[in-house]
């Protein structure tokens, strides 16, 4: 079983509707949940992070967090074409780099 | 500000041959970090650097070397180079305080190196 598991995709969905991507882990240990946004032919960026269980918002974007289920979701609120991207989820024990774990990427285009 | 800058955007070796990414960050970032991104892999760590003079393997270093003489960069040297090298190079960095301090895990990347060796 990989440690980070995503659905690669493609995700494809009309302008203005919900997407929700997921990840699930199987290292009871990580504490720390991010997404990054990664464009095509671009480094990832980050885009929402979370310390433990719970939920976070940030403007058209929510993250939550069930570690008693180790999934993890990033919900995005009225889609645009410029959401357009893959994105990563990715995981630590701890709160450094070196620790990270990235899973694959979820691709979603987002159709005008 | 640049961030952090790699160079070059696109290289093909051939097999055997060796060359150096390069990496710079004007963030004063302590950290800094090589990652490869494979079709449907996750970003693999090959080894990163906790500050100047300072660097550790990650998951995958087999094949590649790295220095850190400066906290501005840090080069990563492919040496005789294989096929199985050909990838996506993402160098990035971080900023981290003192150790068990909290910090946001923000990782800032570069855009890549695409690399392909034939």
């Known amino acids: 079983q990989k440690e980070v598991e995503q659905d690669p995709g493609p995700l494809s969905v009309p302008e203005g509707a919900i997407v929700s991507l997921n990840c699930t882990y199987s290292?009871?240990?990580?504490?720390?949940f991010m997404w990054y946004r990664q464009y095509s032919r671009k480094g990832p960026e980050l885009l929402m992070y979370?310390?433990?269980?719970g939920n976070k918002e940030d403007g058209r974007f929510t993250a939550q967090v069930d570690k008693s289920s180790k999934y993890i979701s990033l919900f995005i609120r009225d889609s645009q074409p410029s959401d357009s991207a893959t994105y990563l989820c990715?995981?630590?024990?701890?709160?450094?780099?070196?620790?990270?774990?990235f899973g694959p990427g979820t691709r979603l285009s987002v159709l005008p | 500000n640049a961030g952090v800058t790699q160079t070059p955007k696109f290289r093909i070796l051939k097999i055997g041959q060796s060359m150096t990414l390069q990496c710079t960050q004007d963030?004063?970032?302590?950290?800094m970090y090589w990652y490869r991104q494979d079709p449907g892999m996750g970003l693999k760590l090959i080894y990163y650097?906790?500050?100047?003079?300072?660097?550790d393997k990650g998951e995958v270093p087999n094949g590649y070397n790295v220095s850190r003489s400066t906290t501005e960069d840090f080069p990563l040297r492919l040496e005789l180079a294989a096929p199985s090298q050909t990838s996506v190079y993402f160098c990035?960095?971080?900023?981290?305080?003192?150790?068990?301090?909290?910090?946001?895990?923000?990782?800032?990347f570069g855009e890549g190196s695409r690399l392909t060796v034939l």
């Open positions: 979370t310390y433990s269980s």
């Open positions: 990035a960095s971080s900023y981290s305080t003192d150790p068990g301090q909290r910090n946001t895990g923000e990782l800032f």
């Open positions: 650097s906790v500050g100047a003079g300072i660097t």
């Open positions: 990715a995981m630590s024990w701890g709160n450094y780099g070196q620790n990270f774990v």
């Open positions: 963030m004063n970032h302590n950290y």
């Open positions: 290292n009871s240990a990580f504490q720390y």
